[in-house]
């Protein structure tokens, strides 16, 4: 059974840089698409960004130029590199791949 196991959240200032990382165990990490969600105070959950298995990365408006989706398929780790955070990224961020969630990561950026 796939697990999925995320960190790297923590409190950090307006402008600042967070990386997140997600630990992926139980299946062939290589062979799937992988992505970032997230649910801010009040909101639905949302998407923030994908990675295919051949590196092809997608983001949402909101976030593009600013985060970075990357995986490294030896280690089984999937990676948010986030930067130019601002108050409004604030929320719980979810890995996801293949119908399974993690149990998530808080951020939250002080203005």
């Known amino acids: 059974q796939v697990q999925l196991v995320e960190s790297g959240g923590g409190l950090v200032q307006a402008g600042g840089s967070l990386r997140l990382s997600c630990a992926v165990s139980g299946r062939t990490f290589s062979n799937y698409a992988m992505a970032w969600h997230r649910r801010a105070p009040g909101k639905e959950r949302e998407f923030v960004a994908v990675i295919s298995q051949s590196g092809s990365m997608s983001y949402a408006d909101s976030v593009k130029g600013r985060f970075t989706i990357s995986r490294d398929n030896f280690k089984n780790l999937l990676y948010l590199q986030m930067n130019s955070l601002k108050a409004e990224d604030t929320a719980i961020y979810y890995c996801?791949?293949?119908?399974?969630w993690g149990q998530g990561t808080q951020v939250t950026v002080s203005s």
């Open positions: 996801y791949t293949q119908g399974v």
